[in-house]
């Protein structure tokens, strides 16, 4: 089973994207929570957003809060994230992954989610 990270490009600094996760291996989607996560060249894993399996609960990374927008259609087995104001910084692999909860998105550990696709890479870049 993986997850299908999409949407990704080059994009100037101030501009937005908006990525998207998909699944088509048939299982229960709206059973989990999704996470997008972010890794630069050199720079270990980083957290991103998490939405619950209902889309009641968002949880967003100190380096997006306030600009980036989860959101989920269970209809569609599908996440879709934005992300405004672009930075430079922001240049990464985006991927988005699986678990039961945000629990351990929360704490900073990511322990337990599966499902990792191949990624989009974003580039901000002037």
């Known amino acids: 089973v993986q997850l299908q990270a999409s949407g990704g490009g080059l994009v100037q600094p101030g501009g937005s994207l908006r990525l998207s996760c998909t699944e088509a291996?048939?299982?229960?989607?709206?059973?989990?929570?999704i996470g997008w996560f972010r890794q630069a060249p050199g720079k270990e894993r980083e957290g991103v957003s998490c939405?619950?399996?209902?889309?009641?609960?968002?949880v967003y990374g100190d380096s997006v809060k306030g600009r980036s927008t989860i959101s989920r259609d269970n209809t569609k087995n599908s996440v879709s994230l934005q992300v405004n104001s672009l930075k430079p910084e922001d240049t990464a692999v985006y991927y988005c992954?699986?678990?039961?909860?945000?629990?351990?998105?929360?704490?900073?550990?990511?322990?337990?989610?599966?499902?990792w696709g191949q990624g989009t890479l974003v580039t901000v870049s002037s």
């Open positions: 939405i619950s399996s209902s889309g009641g609960q968002t």
């Open positions: 291996s048939g299982f229960s989607f709206a059973d989990f929570a």
């Open positions: 992954a699986r678990h039961f909860t945000c629990g351990t998105f929360v704490s900073g550990s990511y322990y337990g989610f599966d499902s």
